[in-house]
Antibody, heavy 121, light 110 residues
Framework: QVQLQQWGGGVLKPSETLSLTCAVY????????WSWLRQPPGKGLEWIGE???????NYNPSLKSRVAISVDTSKNQFSLKLSSMTAADTAVYYC???????????????WGQGTPVTVSS | QAGLTQPPSVSKGLRQIATLTCTGN????????VSWLQQRQGHPPKLLSY???NRPSGISERFSASRSGDTASLTITGLQPEDEADYYC???????????FGGGTKLTVL
């Protein structure tokens, strides 16, 4: 039974950097793609980016200049840093595991519990 | 770039059948497959189906997915009160190199 447990975030001031970490328990860390997503209050899901265990990343072009996702294979953890935060970045942030089959992404099958992040002066 | 369109809301009665749709403008080109997520209020999303019509372990057979051309569908039979939730379709966009989501459909079970 794979579990993703995430922490970090909270209340940030404008221009600060968000840092979140997600730990993976009970399953393999390799062979998957590890994503961060977010959901503003009352709105839909937005994908932020992903990394595989080799550190190869893909980012949402709208956030690419501010995002960094890294992995720590020794701890089965991956992390998100999002810089220059503004009120528009206020959201619940989720980590998730992406499945792949023959090189194609097929679904996000395990999710963290979500972390609310508020940006306010 | 794939764009996914979902109706904002669907209402159906208890024990009825609901069919939620997701229209994409690039499914037939990239053939990446569509997955569906259920999100109950205050909870993280849960994967219901992937690669068009595969159910993860533990997902009820009441949920079935299909795709025809540019339209993917999620059919829920025998609606129960716990099915009331937001449902999102998603697909991997090869040109964007990322996941794209529909805006979500709020299902109300009357």
């Amino acid at each position: 039974q794979v579990q993703l447990q995430q922490w970090g975030g909270g209340v940030l001031k404008p221009s600060e950097t968000l840092s979140l970490t997600c730990a993976v328990y009970g399953g393999s860390f390799s062979g998957y793609y590890w994503s961060w997503l977010r959901q503003p209050p009352g709105k839909g899901l937005e994908w932020i980016g992903e990394s595989n265990v080799s550190g190869t990343t893909n980012y949402n072009p709208s956030l690419k200049s501010r995002v960094a996702i890294s992995v720590d294979t020794s701890k089965n953890q991956f992390s998100l840093k999002l810089s220059s935060m503004t009120a528009a970045d206020t959201a619940v942030y989720y980590c998730a595991r992406g499945m792949a089959s023959y090189g194609r992404r097929v679904g996000l099958d395990n999710w963290g519990q979500g972390t609310p992040v508020t940006v306010s002066s | 770039q794939a764009g996914l369109t979902q109706p904002p809301s669907v209402s159906k009665g208890l024990r009825q059948i609901a069919t939620l749709t997701c229209t994409g403008n690039n499914f037939h080109v990239d053939n990446q497959g569509v997955s569906w997520l259920q999100q109950r209020q205050g909870h993280p999303p849960k994967l219901l189906s992937y690669r068009n019509n595969n159910r993860p372990s533990g997902i009820s057979e009441r949920f079935s997915a299909s795709r025809s051309g540019d339209t993917a569908s999620l059919t829920i039979t025998g609606l129960q009160p716990e099915d009331e939730a937001d449902y999102y379709c998603t697909t991997w966009d090869n040109s964007l190199r990322g996941w794209v989501f529909g805006g979500g459909t709020k299902l109300t079970v009357l």
